[in-house]
Each structure stands twice: as C-alpha cells, then as structure tokens.
C-alpha cells in the first residue's frame, strides 16, 4: 500500500467506532468523513480496508483494539443519509463478526443507484461465511440490469481480482464479466463511458474488456487511445503491450495509435513509437525522436537513422536549436542531451545561457551538458 492508501486505512481505522454511537451526531460526523475517504479513494482501497480490519499487528500499532460490533448497531445506520450511511454500511461489512456483515450486506442491498454499495457488495462475494457471500451476490443479481450499467461498470476493478479471490466462484465472475459485455445499448456505452474514469483502475478494467471484445478489429484504435491518454502509468503501458501484441491488434492499429506512443511521457512508450516508426519507413518521425530528452529513445532512433542511411549531423542540428528565440521546452532539452552526446569544449558558450533558464527542466539538463563539456575540455 502507498503512503495516501495507507494513511486513508488508518484514518478509517481510527473513526470506525464512532460510526456505531448511540449519539446520532457524532456517528454522522464519522460517517461523511469515511464517505469522503471511500469516495475520493480508488477501488483497491476496499480489499485494503477489508484486511487491515482483520489485522491485529496494525491495530496494535495504531493502538486500538478490534472493533466490536453488534447487528443491532449496524441497524442503528439507518437513521444516517443515504451516502454516509453507504460509507457506514461499507465499514460494517468489512469486520470480523459474521453476524455483522451479512447484516451491512442486507443493508447494502436497496442502495442500487450507489458504485460505492456494488463495489463493497462484490468484495463480499469473497467471504468465508457463505451465507454472506450468497445474501451479497443476490443483491448484486439484482443490481445486473442494462438501466444500472452505469452505476455497476465503475466495480469493474474489483470484478477484475475475483479472478485471484479464493472463495468468490468463477461463475459468479463470469455472470458478471457477460453482463458488462451484453450487446444492451446502455451497457455497452457504460463500458466505453469507463475510459474517462477518473480511477486509472476503471480505466484499465474497461478497456481490457473493450479490447477482448474487439480484440482484431478497428474499433480497438480508440481504446487503446483512451488508454494511453489515461494518467496511471500502469494503463499505458497495457495499451502499449497490447498495440504491439499480434494476437489482439493488427498492423494498422499499432500504426494508428504509434503518435500517442511518441508523445508519452513514459519513454519506455515513446521507444515503442520509434521502432513503430521505423517499420513504417517515417524518418522524420525518427528524426524527432533521436532528439528526444531521453538518452534510450534518442539511441534507438539514431540506430533505425543509420540503418536507413540517414544519419544526421547531430551536433550542427542541436547547436542551431539552441540558436532559435522561443526554443519549446522538450526541444531544449533534447538539443542539449544531443550536446552532452556529440558536444564539444568549443560548444559551451552557447549552453552555458540555458543553466538560467527559468524551466528547471532545462536549467538542470545544461548544467548537465555543461558537466560533460567541462569533462571534454579538462
């Protein structure tokens, strides 16, 4: 867990009890402070919470004992608004008392226009209580209608890690897999609606279905495109995996989305896009990247330039760029570590300028060019 995750785990782990007091106010007060957590939080936080709460090295840590809960205090939740009393809900599903959770589970049940109770409902279908686990997939069966596609897609993460649950049955995983991919009109524009989620975990869920169903097929280009303008690293690299893998994507798709690979931040991405780059023969493409800021894409493209016979003059290139007013920031610093590769002493002049530069981006890739100048010179 990172440090926002496992902060949020502690908060929650500390505010748990007032959830469950007699007094209405101070419960209340408790539970929107646990919504905002839960709702402002990715997914993977459930199944975090779910074992943390099970956890007695943190709790011993945190100095708090297990939190001992009746099913006569989660019923005391109704008289919370609907959305705190969703986040209450959550909490009491997640704690040790068998009793306790299938009780938060029937609670969770009517609040069918909540993500928030369907995501807490399918981490329930992993319990080792099966009454529990049954009572949490009725309610879920009852949630799989195309009007609530919506509200259930953005669960997909958790649906996801049923594949790894030890108890949730892979047949349940499967009714659930079908439903989001049902050719309903609405289900199948939830799924496609999925790729401007804010939680990268939804990003990534939703386009692997999308890509598995489309999987050889043009429509798979604006997937793929939605996932690599996702901000999880983790979402773009799939896409780049999956663009370049000839069993999912054809030619003309890896073609098709190879300049968003160019122009990721992930340079790991942006060599991808070179090599896409060179089988298609597109030298300026190649010329751009072998003065790209990283030293690997730089590399990779100077080698397809060389292959093709197109090698340039480096240096004349970077020293001319850094001659013209209004340089962007990314061609700066590409001139510059083009310098710090085939520079020279003589070259320091018209580098040193660039270690003020009020982009420290830049001010830091001169002083570095600025070093290996030096080394040269001594």
């Known amino acids: 867990m990172g440090g926002a995750a496992s902060d949020a785990v502690a908060t929650v782990i500390e505010r748990a009890p007032e959830l469950f007091l007699r007094e209405a106010a101070p419960a209340q007060r408790a539970a929107v402070a646990v919504e905002r957590i839960l709702r402002a939080s990715r997914l993977a936080l459930i199944p975090a919470l779910d074992r943390a709460l099970r956890d007695g090295g943190l709790h011993r840590r945190l100095g708090r004992s297990f939190l001992e809960v009746t099913p006569s205090q989660v019923a005391r939740l109704d008289r919370l608004p609907e959305g705190p009393r969703c986040a209450a809900l959550g909490i009491a599903s997640l704690l040790r008392s068998g009793h306790v959770r299938e009780a938060a589970v029937d609670g969770l049940a009517p609040l069918r226009g909540d993500p928030l109770a369907a995501a807490l409902l399918i981490n329930r279908l ?93 429509e798979l280009v604006p997937v793929l495109a939605a996932a690599l303008e996702c901000r999880d690293p983790r979402v773009r690299r799939w896409a780049a995996r999956c663009a370049a893998d000839r069993r999912v994507a054809s030619p003309a798709v890896l073609e098709a989305i190879a300049p968003h690979l160019a122009a990721d931040r992930l340079p790991a991405l942006r060599v991808i896009g070179v090599g896409v780059a060179a089988h298609r023969g597109d030298l300026e493409a190649l ?12 590399h990779h493209a100077r080698v397809h330039l060389a292959a093709a016979g197109a090698a340039l003059d480096y240096r004349s290139v970077a ?20 310098l710090s590769d085939f520079g020279r002493a003589e070259d320091r002049p018209r580098v040193a300028p660039f270690a003020g530069d009020p982009r420290p981006r830049v001010a830091r890739e001169a002083a570095r060019t600025l070093a290996m100048l030096d080394a040269i010179g001594g």
């Open 287 to 298: 010329r751009r990247a072998a003065f790209d800021g990283n030293a690997e894409v730089r």
């Open 126 to 218: 992993n319990d080792y209580v099966g009454v529990v686990a049954d009572r949490a997939w009725a309610a879920l069966e009852d949630r799989l209608h195309a009007s609530l596609a919506g509200v259930m897609v953005q669960a997909l993460p958790l649906v996801e890690r049923m594949g790894a649950w030890v108890r949730a049955g892979e047949l349940r995983r499967g009714r659930l897999r079908a439903f989001f991919l049902m050719e309903e009109r609405r289900c199948r524009d939830a799924l496609w609606g999925a790729l401007r989620a804010a939680d990268g975990d939804v990003v990534g869920a939703a386009a692997r279905l999308l890509a598995e169903r489309h999987a050889g097929a043009p």
């Open 319 to 338: 020293l001319e760029a850094l001659g013209r007013l209004g340089l962007r920031r990314d061609a700066a610093i590409g001139a510059l570590a083009t």
